[in-house]
């Protein structure tokens, strides 16, 4: 969640549950608009993140440096916090897929892109046999 607008999102979910909660009794259906989602596949290396505008929510599964040979070419750890991150979304939440060497560099990444770190969810990889994977291996499934 990026920082700048922290506060103002914990002060509107505490009056949106007080407005459910005292106005219970007369709940009204809303017209919503629901955006599709876009999303972007590309080198954001080389990306030019003026153009693209902003995103509220953004969800990264960077190619980490993990130290093996990988079918797909990664960023190193330099690259990665030069992203830019902090140029495509003002107020949101981003998403970011990490490994288990890159969870600390994760962690630093979010600092330095702007935003707290709300929670860590786990992916507990299992294989087609139902085992846990705990060899580290990783990269197309």
């Not at 990306?47 to 190619?63: C, E, N, R, S, Y």
């Not at 830019?84 to 970011?96: A, M, N, P, R, T």
């Not at 969810?121 to 294989?127: A, S, Y």
Request: hydrophobic share 40%.
């Amino acid at each position: 969640m990026r920082r700048q607008h922290k506060e103002a999102m914990n002060t509107r979910a505490k009056n949106s549950a007080a407005m459910l909660v005292s106005d219970s009794k007369s709940l009204a259906m809303t017209a919503t608009t629901i955006t599709p989602p876009q999303w972007i596949q590309c080198d954001i290396r080389k990306l030019d993140k003026d153009v693209i505008g902003k995103f509220t929510v953004i969800m990264a599964d960077p190619p980490w440096d993990i130290h093996m040979e990988l079918p797909y070419g990664t960023m190193t750890d330099d690259e990665m916090r030069n992203m830019g991150v902090e140029k495509v979304q003002d107020d949101g939440f981003i998403f970011l897929w990490v490994t288990g060497r890159a969870v600390e560099l994760g962690r630093e990444l979010l600092q330095i892109w702007g935003y707290d770190r709300v929670d860590d969810i786990i992916w507990v990889k299992t294989n087609q046999l139902q085992r846990l994977i705990r060899t580290g291996r990783t990269g197309h499934w």
